[in-house]
């Protein structure tokens, strides 16, 4: 997991609009079909992967539904 999404990843992009939109139900839809961005920072180690990013955030909805997913990053 020494990886990131690229930072120019369309859809890496649209889960970080997700969360800090405060969509879980767009963050979980867009992860249950990206299931390896679950476990990989969206941008780089210091963003996260997206449960901690959602932290960062302050976007607690959607932390509570990526924590369902079974991330690693928790």
Do not use: C, Y
Request: without cysteine; hydrophobic residues 45%.
């Amino acid at each position: 997991a020494g990886q990131a999404a690229r930072e120019g990843d369309g859809i890496a992009v649209g889960i970080q609009d997700a969360i800090r939109g405060g969509d879980a139900g767009r963050v979980v839809a867009l992860l249950r079909e990206n299931p390896t961005l679950l476990h990989l920072p969206l941008r780089s180690k210091n963003w996260g992967a997206p449960l901690s990013f959602a932290a960062t955030v302050g976007q607690l909805g959607v932390l509570q539904a990526v924590a369902k997913l079974g991330p690693t990053d928790h």
